[in-house]
Structures are given as structure tokens and as C-alpha cells.
């Protein structure tokens, strides 16, 4: 079975930083699409990045440059480093992973960016 946990969120001022962390179990996924999605109040799901098992990777426009994924097979965690933090930036963040074509999703964890 699937199961992704995600951590690392919280309440930080606009310009610092925070590193999310997101350990998956049930399988090895090494090979397999791990990404990061965010959700804000009243707005839909957008990617933020996405790491494929080739190691490219893919990065929302509003993330470019600040956000960095990166990913460790032999524990099968998946982080994302956010640097340069805005208000914007405020919202539920999501990791998922992609098995057989079906989206896996974890439970969320909040980052709150104040100004």
C-alpha cells in the first residue's frame, strides 16, 4: 500500500526558509514521478515541482529560481527546499507519486508566509 507523509511546514516570515520533507512507503519508487503540489484558500491545485526517475525535473513559473526538489532513493524521501519565501506563497502543500499511472497523494502540510 501507498502512503505518503509529508512535514515540515509552518510560519515563517516573507524572505526565509523552509524544507519539506516527504517519506513514501510500500515500495521502492526510485523509478517513479515524485512531486510537490500546492492548494491556496478558493484557488485549485497547481504544481510547484516535479522530479521524474531519470532525475529532470519540472517547476511551476511562480517557483522558478526559489524552490528547489530533490530527492533521496535509498530512503525514499522526497524534500522540497523553499527559499525566498512570499506571502503568495502561502497555501496546503502536497506531495504526490505517480504508480502504474495513478496519482498517490499525501495528507498536506501547511506553510503560512507572513509579511
Known amino acids: 500500500q501507498v502512503r505518503l507523509v509529508e512535514s515540515g511546514g509552518g510560519l515563517v516570515q516573507a524572505g526565509e526558509s523552509l524544507r519539506l520533507s516527504c517519506a513514501a512507503s510500500g515500495r521502492d519508487f526510485s523509478l517513479n514521478p515524485m512531486g510537490w503540489y500546492r492548494q491556496a484558500p478558493g484557488k485549485e491545485r497547481e504544481l510547484v515541482a516535479d522530479?521524474?526517475?531519470?532525475?529532470?525535473?519540472k517547476y511551476g513559473d511562480a517557483v522558478k529560481g526559489r524552490f528547489t526538489i530533490s530527492r533521496d532513493n535509498t530512503k525514499n524521501i522526497v524534500y522540497l527546499q523553499m527559499n525566498s519565501l512570499k506571502p503568495e506563497d502561502t497555501a496546503v502543500y502536497y506531495c504526490?507519486?505517480?504508480?502504474?499511472?495513478?496519482?498517490?497523494w499525501g495528507q498536506g502540510t501547511q506553510v503560512t508566509v507572513s509579511s
Open positions: 522530479m521524474y526517475g531519470t532525475g529532470s525535473t
Open positions: 504526490k507519486v505517480v504508480v502504474w499511472g495513478k496519482n498517490y
